[in-house]
């Protein structure tokens, strides 16, 4: 795990909430470039490298005048599509452009693909609908990470680290007891864990009034390069389905370089979507175990990053999902690298 | 323009203003050396290598007894030439030297040679008369960017940024809309934009109490590889030489390292010369633009030094005093590897 | 002394004092290596690599169950010899271990071999019972140096810095003026610097009462590659041996990374032994003197790394026992790459 594996570019990742976007302009590191995301007057999301083509000023740092960024060094004037319209120190348009990166908003999340544009196929984009579901609500935010992106998806793909990690609030002795079953498919790992009769981790109980014995069942499924889903259900043991608590994990996990990631995440649940309360509680509680991880994430990737070339690794069972993961995106790398190469 | 230039080693750089240099020893960094800078008891400024040649230690940190350095971590002492003429460990002379750096003093700037003293011709030196002369004033200082030499040298020689960057102060749409005329000869790169009947930007309102519309004319010559002299002159409109407003502008831009440059600036006048507040107003206001300038090229560094290999750059007919500076500089830095090779 | 010279692993290091280390997990990096330093429940010293072989997290950072390390991130169970001995994830023990550190503890330190523990002879390291001699007593704690190892030890193999760098302490111009004998026999280099009918430092006048002329010897021996001790005798001018006040210092200057060193100390005397005012003095001053050359170290550092490859350096009679100490370094080096590389 030692070296640095080359980030994936052809692949939908999360860019942003759709609330985080309006009518000024954002710089935002996405897979080793700076982009520039803002609306248009039409309310499309719209994102563009976030270096003027003349001498590489930002342009989240011009003026939004209509859809077009006058950028604030010498004043090119770049539109919606990344093209120059215009300079102020002449009247021929400069022959220059900028790359505008494919979006796709849906479900309050802004889709970017960072990679070649012929291939963002929005066929590729995982089901968010629940995010819109009025069934469910859900809180949701980012939070930064200086670690890379491989150590947060094999954190996310390995959930017995809750046990060690999260004792105080979503972990116990169960996670790491409970073995799963993974499968795989194409550019998707998914695993299964089903926890019967356990002791309810503090979080849930209470969040949920849950007393123990219950059932949890935690259901991941990894999108390469760069999304976690996991479903989630807590019940008193024996509770039949669709009875019980459900809950959904989003993290979208969006290398800003090649040490340094953006934690997305959505929390969602299905009980008692009124209560405002119980969302800002779970807000700050998932923020706490968050800052467990980032924390840890942060110290590995300084233990790993200093390790001798060629260092051994050892994987247990739990670890499958982890390392077909990695796989993946070492394979996806390499392809890419191999197009390149061509 | 991603990769870095090598910095240009022979030629006059301002190392330091003459009222910086007293009997105290003081470490400046120019074109990746340290150098420590001080004067002599018969009032003359010497720059010598910063390392003691025993063990590297800063001479800069030693104690100055007369016109010797006694360095102060084993006591080497090294006179003014360099040479180092005793220790206190033993009677014999051990036979050692570090550089010294051509100087020449002249209108209050110490102007030092980085590269072969041989080619340090003092008949190269730029005309700084005006500093000295008894019809002019000006207030001048040094500024520390962390950026690379070349940005602010593009920075200079298109001031059509001034519409975009300072339009508090110095700047307007005028000075984007009027085209250079720009001329070289050997090491300089020249151009002068005349603009006629234009409104009075701020600066220029606040400070000489012009209404618009008026004249205002910036002739501006590069002396490569680090000088920039600006001549200014601004007047009701159709006012007739010598009649107007004068302004001066020297910028020193000396290379610290590759990406840490020295921003040395005197910001003179002709007019209200005995003024105290003008020339403590004129001062902040200068401060104040190159802050601007400072901030907006550190994060033009950022945006440079990430960019990927060999990508493409947009220019206009106002960068061409500017891309003539930087082939300049390319030049004189190849020229330079060619004799350190053979 | 420009480039880096390899760090010598096969070598006792001092890795910590014995009182600092408890029944808590400490983390320190020896030669380039994390290692998880504790006691094992009959009390004996254990150091592990700091990396668990699952993740490579700090198994500093995980829980002490009696013996075993349980690892915080994903609970691989570590025992004393660095092996692991399960994982609650699975019934069946994952085969596994980290590098488990040759320790000697005696006298109150703790010594570490980083290399070969094949050759990990305690018959090499140097004597040090006088920190256990009851007619004795001393101070000693560890101070952080972010300067290369070799520079500390030549500061400390050449003392006639001490003039220079502690005049207001332990230094006065009879340590420059004093010339050494060096002698050297396998991996010690040793000198000799008796200065007699002196005067005294004013380090000594406070610490002893101490008025002039006095004779003071300093005899030193570095043990390559990295422990140095003095032996100081200071006494009226003419008292005969073994009158007089006498002191030792052992330095354990033992490389964090290549420009990182722990600098280890004990300072001991022969005298007040039972005086801990003068104790805490004595550690003050001594935390001051150190003070002084950690700020000169750290300098120096700098201008060393930053100096051009193949930079000349100048070197006088008394470099003779550095010189011999950074050779000593280099053929030690040179032998652990001519293994590595068979």
Redesign the interface.
């Known amino acids: ?1 030692g070296s640095l594996t080359p980030l994936v570019k052809n692949g939908w990742y999360i860019g942003a909430w759709s609330d985080e976007i309006g009518c000024t302009l954002m710089q935002r590191w996405i897979v080793g470039r ?1 982009v520039c995301f803002y609306r248009l007057q039409d309310g499309t999301v719209n994102a563009i490298e ?2 003027c ?6 342009l989240s ?1 011009g003026r939004l005048d209509g859809d077009v960024i ?7 004037r770049i539109d919606g599509s990344g093209g ?1 319209v215009g ?4 009247s021929d348009r ?3 452009s900028v790359h505008r990166f494919p979006l796709v908003e849906r479900d309050g999340v802004v889709w970017i693909w960072p990679g070649d544009p012929e291939l963002a196929d929005p066929a590729l984009l995982p089901d968010t609908s629940w995010l819109t579901d009025p069934g469910w609500t859900h809180v949701h935010g980012v939070v930064p990470l200086k670690a890379r992106q491989l150590l947060l998806v ?1 954190n996310l793909l ?1 959930l ?2 809750e ?3 999260h004792p105080s609030s979503i972990g116990n ?1 169960a996670v ?2 409970t ?1 799963i079953d993974v499968t795989s498919e194409g550019d998707r790992v998914s695993f299964t864990r089903h926890m019967v009769g356990i002791e309810a981790p503090p979080f849930y109980e209470k969040s949920m009034g849950l007393t123990s014995p219950i059932d949890r069942w935690q259901d991941g499924d990894f999108y390469a390069p760069g999304v976690f889903q996991l479903n989630m259900r807590l019940a008193p043991t024996g509770t039949e389905e669709p009875e019980g608590f459900h809950m959904k994990v989003i993290y979208g996990m969006t290398p800003a370089t090649e040490t340094e990631t953006h934690d997305f995440f959505a929390l969602g649940r299905d009980y008692l979507i009124d209560d405002e309360k119980l969302s800002e509680f779970q807000l700050q509680q998932q923020l706490a175990v968050m800052k467990e991880d980032v924390d ?1 994430l942060e ?2 990737e300084v ?2 990053a ?2 001798a070339p060629g260092a ?7 670890d499958v999902a982890g390392l077909r993961g990695r796989r993946l995106l070492e394979k996806m790398a390499a392809r890419e690298a191999a197009v390149a190469a061509r």
């Open positions: 795990m700076p976030d270096r083509p003349h001498r590489k000023y930002p740092l006058e950028c604030n060094y010498h004043g090119y120059c300079v102020a120190e002449q400069p022959k220059a094999e390995d017995t680290h046990t060690f990690l002795a790491a007891a073995p840890a110290i590995q233990m790993v200093s390790e051994r690794e050892s994987s247990i069972r739990s």
